[in-house]
């Protein structure tokens, strides 16, 4: 007997995960803030890496999605692995940005 849940279940656990990642990405943007706020050399870096990072995130999310359509998964398998990689940059990034003082 299959769940007949079983498709909303798959987009309800996106959605958690697409919130959760919202919630750090506010705090990421937060830290960042801070950081350009001090001003110096460290905030002009780190305006130059932020672009930098959002375009290498928006390519390998893009190779991400592409790679999981053509090996037909389902829709919200596709999105999942989008997802993931930027999970996957939030992750690496509030670690070295919560310390704001060095």
Same mark, same amino acid.
């Given at each position: 007997m299959s769940n007949p849940l079983g498709?909303?279940?798959?987009?309800?656990?996106l959605s958690a995960q697409a919130t959760?990642?919202?919630?750090? $990405?506010?705090?990421v943007i937060w830290f960042r803030g801070l950081r350009i706020v001090?001003? %110096?050399a &460290?905030?002009?870096?780190e305006t130059t890496r932020m672009i930098t990072e959002?375009?290498? $995130?928006?390519?390998?999310?893009q190779?991400?999605?592409?790679?999981?359509?053509l090996k %037909?998964? &389902?829709?919200?398998r596709v999105a999942k692995k989008a997802l993931g990689v930027y999970a996957k940059l939030l992750v690496t990034l509030?670690?070295?940005v919560s310390y704001v003082s060095r």
């Open positions: 498709p909303w279940n798959a987009w309800f656990a959760r990642m919202c919630w750090e $990405a506010q705090t001090q001003g %110096g &460290k905030a002009e870096a959002k375009v290498a $995130a928006l390519a390998e999310a190779v991400a999605a592409m790679t999981a359509v %037909g998964n &389902k829709k919200h509030s670690k070295r």
